[in-house]
T-cell receptor, first 115, second 115 residues
Framework: DTGVSQDPRHKITKRGQNVTFRCDPI?????LYWYRQTLGQGPEFLTY????????KSRLLSDRFSAERPKGSFSTLEIQRTEQGDSAMYLC?????????????FGPGTRLTVL | AQSVTQPDIHITVSEGASLELRCNYS??????LFWYVQSPGQGLQLLLK??????LVQGIKGFEAEFKRSQSSFNLRKPSVHWSDAAEYFC?????????????FGTGTKLQVIP
């Protein structure tokens, strides 16, 4: 596998439930990003990891959201007590420090629907 | 803070016709500029990127973009559109922020191709 993978691709949940998404970056990439994309909008930055350290969080990331990247490999994004406004596509991207442009490679996304 | 404006929400072109998608950015220094394409239900694929050098940049799938500093623009062009080009296109600007590249996306332009 040479790309970024995300699981699941689709998730339907009821309001108030917790959900967890997983992202597997390109294996040698040390940087990992989470974005949220709502209908009619471009992706919006949520958070960023360098190796296992979470270095920046957007104000969009409320306290119901938590992200981890144990051992600097895969990452999980958990949303607790989901709300209908959380319905969106959640995109993960990875990049390798020191490469030209620090180009970010995107996964296919997880589409969340909160009923 | 950087920002991106894509003034056209939706564009329809005939197959074989030329295409130009507009993008204007705001950033104090020389930015990294990107164009991504997103097919329905998919993640983002990088078409091309610019940081320095020749202001006319060639990308994949026959796309090109021209950086015009005086106009703060980075318009995407293709001389002859194919039906498979129907997708949503995002312009993005990247800037160094705390050691990583923060990428800000525009709201996207949805391209429809008619026979």
């Amino acid at each position: 596998d040479t790309g970024v993978s995300q699981d699941p691709r689709h998730k339907i949940t009821k309001r108030g439930q917790n959900v967890t998404f997983r992202c597997d970056p390109i294996s040698e990439h040390n940087r990992l990003y989470w974005y949220r994309q709502t209908l009619g909008q471009g992706p919006e930055f949520l958070t960023y990891f360098q190796n296992e350290a979470q270095l920046e969080k957007s104000r969009l990331l409320s306290d119901r959201f938590s992200a981890e990247r144990p051992k600097g490999s895969f990452s999980t994004l958990e949303i607790q007590r989901t709300e209908q406004g959380d319905s969106a596509m959640y995109l993960c991207a990875s990049s390798l420090d020191g490469t030209p442009y620090n180009e970010q490679f995107f996964g296919p996304g997880t589409r969340l629907t909160v009923l | 803070a950087q920002s991106v404006t894509q003034p056209d929400i939706h564009i329809t072109v005939s197959e074989g016709a030329s295409l130009e998608l507009r993008c204007n950015y705001s950033y104090g220094a020389t930015p990294y500029l990107f164009w991504y394409v997103q097919s329905p239900g998919q993640g983002l694929q990088l078409l091309l990127k610019y940081f320095s050098g020749d202001t006319l940049v060639q990308g994949i799938k026959g796309f090109e973009a021209e950086f015009k500093r005086s106009q703060s623009s980075f318009n995407l062009r293709k001389p002859s559109v194919h039906w498979s080009d129907a997708a949503e296109y995002f312009c993005a600007v990247g800037a160094r922020s705390g050691g990583y590249q923060k990428v800000t996306f525009g709201t996207g332009t949805k391209l429809q191709v008619i026979p």
